[in-house]
C-alpha cells in the first residue's frame, strides 16, 4: 500500500476536503429529526406560529448548508479519485512500455489492456465511493444512535437489540457473497479476454470463418458469467428482505414502546417520528456500509492485479551495461555459443525449457549480406531478435563491432540495428509521419528515397495525398505488400549499421524484391544486411547463406557451396525450383 501514497499526496486537500465536507451533510441529517421533533413538540402542541416559522427556517438553512456540503464533498471526492487513477494510469503505461517482449509475452497483451483501462476505473471507483462514505455511513450510524439515546435511552434499549442482530445477518449475507463476487470477477476477466481475442483477430476470425465457433465460445463465456452473477445475487437480494424486516419490526417495536410513553405522558409525541427516522439512518448506513464492502471485492482484485504488473522487474535493462557511449559503427556480428530459451525454468506454467536455439556460434563480417534459410519455426526470427536485444541470450554472448549487445545503451544499440520484424506494424497518421519513426527529422527528400529504395515511392506517389495519406489503425487502408515496403523503408531511414529484414518481402512479387535487393547492394554497400526468407532467390546471392535447423544451424556457406555440400539446402531449393516450373 506504500506505494500508492505518493498517488495520494499531490491531492491530499481533495482526499481531506471530501470526507470532511460529508460530515456537514451526516450532522444535518441526524439534527433535522430532531428540530422536526421540537416543532411537532412546541410548535404543533402549543399552536405557537412563530416558534414553527422560526424553526422552519433553521430546518431550511441547515438543508442548505447540507446541500453546500454534500456537493462540495462530491466534488471533490471525485476529483481525488480521478487525479488518482490518471496518475497511476501514466506510471503503469510507462511502466508497461519498459516492459521487455519477455514480460509482455508473461502478462500477454490482452490481460495488460484490461489493467490499464478496466482494473484502474474499478480503482477510481472505489476511492470515490469510500471517500463519500467513508465518514459518511459510520458517522450517520454513531450519530443517530447518540441522538436516539440521548432523546431517549429507554426506547434507545431497541436498537442495541437490532443493531447486532441485523449486522449479524447482513455479515453472514457477505460471508457467502464475497466468494461468489470473486467468482464472478474472474468470469468478467474471462469474458474480457474472449472479447479482446476476438476483436484483435477480427480480420483473421472472419478469414477462417471462424465466427460462429467465437461466437460459441462467447456464448460459453457469457453463460458462465451470467451463471456466477446469478449465484451472487440470490444472495444479495436477500440483504433487502432482512432489512424491511428489521426496520418494520422494530418501528413497530418503537411505536407499542414509545405510544405506551407517550399516552402516560413520559414522552412527546414529537420524539416518536424523529426516532423512528433515526431507527431508518442506523439500518440504512448498516446497509450502505454492507453494500459498499461487497462492491469493494472486484476493486480490490483490480489494484492486487496492477500492482502485478508495478512490482513486475523489467527483465531486459541497460542500466549495468559498461559501455553506454559506444554506438555501433561497423556492424560486425559474432555469436559466441549461443543458446536461448522463451520459457526460463520456473515460468513455463509446466512447459519444460525447451531452448529454441542451442550454441549456435558464427561471424558476420562488417557490410556482409546474410541469408537465413530454414524452415518455419526452427528459430530464425528469434535468432536475430537477439541482436537489437529484443531478448536476452540464456548462455554464451552476441557481439556487435566487438561489445557485448548487454553492454551498450539500448538507445546506442537499437539506434545502430534497424529491424523489420515478421509481424509488422504500422501506426495510426500519416505515412510521412510513420516513416519518420526511422528519423524524426528526415526532410521529405530523404524519405523519398528511403521509400523509393524500398519501392514504396511508386505506390505512395500514386495515392490522392501522396506521403500526406492517413494510415487508418494499423495501415488497414494499405495491402500487404505495401505495409511491408512502408516497414522497409522506416528501417532504411533510420540509415542503421545493421538492417534485419525479417521475412519482410513476402507478400512482394519476386520482381519488385529483385528490385529492392539491387538497391540494398548499391546505395547500403556498408551496411550488414541479414535476411531472413522462405525462397531462396531471396537470398541466393548473399554473401552467405546460413541453413538453420530446429535451432541449430545446418551449414554456412554461398549458394554454391551449399549446393554442394548441404543435402537439406538442395532439398529446398529443388523443392522451390520444381515448383516455379509447374507453376
Ligand atoms: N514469444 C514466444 N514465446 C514462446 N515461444 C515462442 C515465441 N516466439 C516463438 N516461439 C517458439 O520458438 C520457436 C522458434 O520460433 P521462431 O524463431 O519464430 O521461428 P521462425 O522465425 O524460424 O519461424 C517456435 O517453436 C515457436 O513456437
Ligand atoms: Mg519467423
Not at 536475430?384 to 553492454?407: A, H, M, S, T
Not at 489503425?473 to 528501417?491: D, F, M, P, T, Y
Not at 541466393?540 to 554442394?564: P, Y
Amino acid at each position: 500500500m506504500k506505494r500508492y501514497r505518493k498517488y495520494i499526496r499531490p491531492y491530499w486537500k481533495s482526499f481531506l476536503l471530501g470526507p470532511v465536507l460529508m460530515v456537514t451533510e451526516v450532522i444535518g441529517e441526524v439534527l433535522l429529526p430532531a428540530f422536526m421533533a421540537n416543532i411537532i413538540n412546541i410548535g404543533a402542541v402549543r399552536h405557537d406560529i412563530s416558534y414553527i416559522v422560526k424553526m422552519g427556517l433553521v430546518m431550511l438553512v441547515t438543508a442548505l448548508v447540507m446541500m453546500v456540503g454534500g456537493i462540495g464533498g462530491a466534488y471533490f471526492s471525485a476529483r481525488a479519485a480521478i487525479s488518482f487513477a490518471a496518475d497511476l494510469r501514466s506510471d503503469v503505461f510507462r511502466k508497461v512500455q519498459d516492459f521487455s517482449f519477455r514480460n509482455v509475452d508473461a502478462f500477454s497483451t490482452g490481460s495488460l489492456i484490461t489493467r490499464l483501462t478496466n482494473d484502474i476505473t474499478q480503482v477510481q471507483n472505489m476511492i470515490m465511493m469510500g471517500l463519500r462514505l467513508l465518514l459518511r455511513a459510520p458517522g450517520m450510524l454513531i450519530g443517530a444512535v447518540i441522538m436516539a439515546f440521548v432523546m431517549n435511552p429507554q426506547l434507545a434499549v431497541i436498537l442495541l437489540v437490532v443493531i447486532p442482530l441485523l449486522s449479524g445477518a447482513i455479515g453472514a449475507v457477505i460471508f457467502i457473497a464475497y466468494p461468489r463476487f470473486e467468482i464472478v470477477q474472474k468470469k468478467i476477466d474471462a469474458l474480457n479476454s474472449r472479447i479482446q481475442e476476438a476483436l484483435v483477430g477480427a480480420r483473421i476470425i472472419k478469414s477462417f470463418v471462424r465466427g460462429s465457433f467465437e461466437e460459441e465460445k462467447f456464448a460459453r463465456s457469457n453463460e458462465e458469467l451470467k451463471e456466477a452473477g446469478l449465484r451472487a445475487f440470490r444472495v444479495v437480494i436477500l440483504n433487502m428482505p432482512i432489512m424491511m424486516l428489521a426496520m418494520n419490526v422494530t418501528t413497530l417495536a418503537v411505536v407499542w414502546f414509545g405510544g405506551r410513553q407517550v399516552l402516560f405522558g413520559t414522552m412527546p409525541v414529537g420524539d416518536l417520528t424523529a426516532f423512528t427516522t433515526y431507527i431508518v439512518q442506523v439500518l440504512m448506513s448498516l446497509m450502505i456500509l454492507a453494500m459498499v464492502l461487497l462492491q469493494s471485492s472486484r476493486a480490490v482484485a483490480g489494484l492486487k492485479r496492477i500492482t502485478e504488473v508495478l512490482d513486475t522487474k523489467v527483465d531486459l535493462s541497460d542500466e549495468d551495461a559498461s559501455e553506454k557511449e559506444a554506438v555501433v559503427s561497423r556492424g560486425e556480428i559474432v555469436f559466441e555459443d549461443v543458446s536461448f530459451s522463451y520459457y526460463k525454468g520456473d515460468q513455463g506454467g509446466g512447459t519444460q525449457a525447451v531452448p529454441v536455439l542451442s550454441d549456435l556460434s558464427f561471424r558476420i563480417e562488417a557490410g556482409e549480406t546474410v541469408g537465413i534459410i530454414g524452415s518455419t519455426g526452427c528459430g530464425k526470427t528469434s535468432l536475430v531478435q537477439l541482436i537489437p536485444r529484443l531478448y536476452d541470450v540464456d548462455q554464451g554472448r552476441v557481439c556487435v563491432d566487438g561489445i557485448d549487445v548487454r553492454e551498450y545503451s539500448l538507445r546506442n544499440l537499437r539506434d545502430g540495428v534497424g529491424m523489420v520484424l515478421q509481424k509488422n506494424v504500422l501506426f495510426s497518421g500519416t505515412i510521412a509521419e510513420n516513416l519518420r519513426w526511422g528519423d524524426e527529422t528526415a526532410d521529405l527528400d530523404s524519405i523519398r528515397m528511403a521509400a523509393s529504395c524500398a519501392c514504396a515511392d511508386g505506390f505512395v506517389s500514386g495515392f490522392p495525398q501522396g506521403y500526406e495519406t492517413n494510415l487508418s489503425q494499423g495501415g488497414v487502408n494499405v495491402s500487404g505488400g505495401q505495409k511491408q515496403r512502408l516497414c522497409i523503408a522506416r528501417a532504411l531511414l533510420k540509415k542503421p549499421r545493421i538492417l534485419i529484414l525479417d521475412d519482410s518481402t513476402s507478400a512482394v512479387d519476386t520482381a519488385t524484391e529483385a528490385e529492392i535487393r539491387r538497391c540494398f547492394a548499391e546505395e547500403f554497400r556498408d551496411t550488414t544486411k541479414i535476411i531472413i526468407a522462405q525462397r531462396i532467390t531471396s537470398v541466393m546471392d548473399a554473401d552467405k547463406i546460413i541453413v538453420m535447423e530446429e535451432g541449430r544451424i545446418a551449414a554456412i556457406g554461398t549458394h554454391e557451396e551449399l549446393l554442394a555440400g548441404c543435402d537439406a539446402y538442395r532439398e529446398i531449393h529443388e523443392s522451390q525450383m520444381s515448383r516455379e516450373v509447374s507453376a
